[in-house]
């Protein structure tokens, strides 16, 4: 059985939504006060873990009061900053996971990277998003982001209609933000930060490398915070937590499940899904899977995920996995067979159910 989703379970779409009621006067699921402009700055995977056991390198963050929050099922970059972007879970936007497989259309999607045009992502996200809510109340959205985000499919999905601040250095991302906030104009300001991400899978989040930027991004939402004037505020959040795994703890499913079983494998590295071609077989391979991963892991069905609250009954079936694999103890999930070459040499993984990658800061600054 699986454990309950936290009693903050999918806080993360509140907050988006939360700063654009701020700056209109409305109510808001965050009860944020009225302010002029309110900037949003999203850390990826700096989950309430990371951040905590991380102490002095992030002394700012870690003095400051921080509301129990939670991302959805799966804790990962693609569905959390979807639902953050509409205020919607993942399973009314469609970001069900990293990658699905859509059976009515055989296709396999890659839904961060994988977009092979705008249209495309915006065809496939139909959602209105924040930032076009924003546009709609004549207040300002404006994405700051490294420059190579800017004509991504993913922006496309999830910021229609901001003006995008296209950065080479976290510390130009902070300058902008600074001019922005300081402009008498009503504006919601969404500030994204993936190095620490892009860290944690390759050095790990307890890397000296990881450690050393997460200094530079506490110094600089401080100095951020010390230049705000009375109509201006901050919210700091993550879209996940990370969990360093040895290489040694790599579980390979392809020792218990041949490849011509299978449609596809998607999902995370830590909460894989397995598409089979004969979901006949679904019961028989649940169980070899459940022996050869011993506690490691949850080997589950969608229903399980049902039952215990992580998914409604009515979620669109379509892309759906036949059964789920989540890690609870450190460990990686492969099917070497559908797995990146390149993903097999991850440190920082995530994707599953764990406090650790679940639980997310929610910091409000300023109101």
Not at 9 to 24: E, N, R, Y
Not at 236 to 257: C, F, K, W
Request: glycine share 6%; net charge negative; hydrophobic share 40%.
């Amino acid at each position: 059985m699986l454990p309950a989703p936290p009693k903050s379970f999918g806080m993360l779409g509140d907050v988006l939504i939360s700063a654009l009621g701020s700056v209109v006067g409305q109510p808001n699921p965050l009860n944020l006060s009225k302010k002029r402009s309110v900037c949003v700055i999203l850390i990826d995977g700096l989950g309430s873990h990371n951040l905590k056991s991380s102490g002095a390198h992030a002394g700012f963050l870690n003095s400051r009061t921080s509301i129990p929050a939670s991302c959805y099922f799966p804790a990962t970059t693609a569905s959390s900053i979807v639902s953050f972007s509409t205020g919607k879970p993942p399973w009314e936007n469609k970001f069900i996971g990293y990658q699905i497989f859509e059976r009515e259309t055989q296709r396999k999607r890659n839904l961060l990277t994988g977009w092979e045009s705008s249209e495309s992502a915006r065809d496939f996200q139909t959602l209105k998003t924040v930032s076009e809510m924003a546009l709609e109340q004549e207040v300002e959205f404006h994405t700051v982001a490294p420059a190579a985000y800017e004509d991504s499919g993913f922006t496309a999905a999830t910021m229609r209609g901001s003006e995008f601040h296209g950065t080479k250095s976290l510390s130009e991302r902070f300058e902008i933000a600074k001019k922005l906030l300081a402009e008498p104009s009503q504006k919601v300001i969404y500030l994204y930060i993936p190095e620490l991400d892009q860290l944690a899978h390759a050095k790990g989040w307890q890397s000296q490398a990881w450690l050393t930027k997460l200094e530079d991004i506490d110094a600089e939402v401080s100095s951020l915070s010390n230049s705000l004037n009375k109509h201006a505020a901050l919210l700091v959040t993550a879209d996940h937590g990370v969990i360093d795994v040895p290489h040694a703890n790599h579980v390979y499913v392809d020792l218990h499940i041949d490849k011509e079983a299978l449609i596809d494998v998607g999902g995370d590295t830590r909460a894989l899904y397995l598409y089979l071609a004969d979901s006949a077989t679904t019961e028989i391979y649940v169980e070899k899977l459940k022996e050869a991963v011993g506690d490691s892991c949850y080997v589950i069905t969608p229903e399980a995920l049902i039952e215990a609250g992580y998914w409604p009954k009515e979620i669109e079936r379509d892309a759906v996995p036949d059964i789920l694999i989540l890690a609870k103890k450190e460990v990686a999930l492969y099917h070497r067979e559908f797995a990146k070459k390149k993903s097999l040499e991850m440190i920082g993984h995530h994707g599953s159910i764990t406090q650790q990658e679940m639980s997310i800061p929610l910091i409000a600054i300023g109101f």
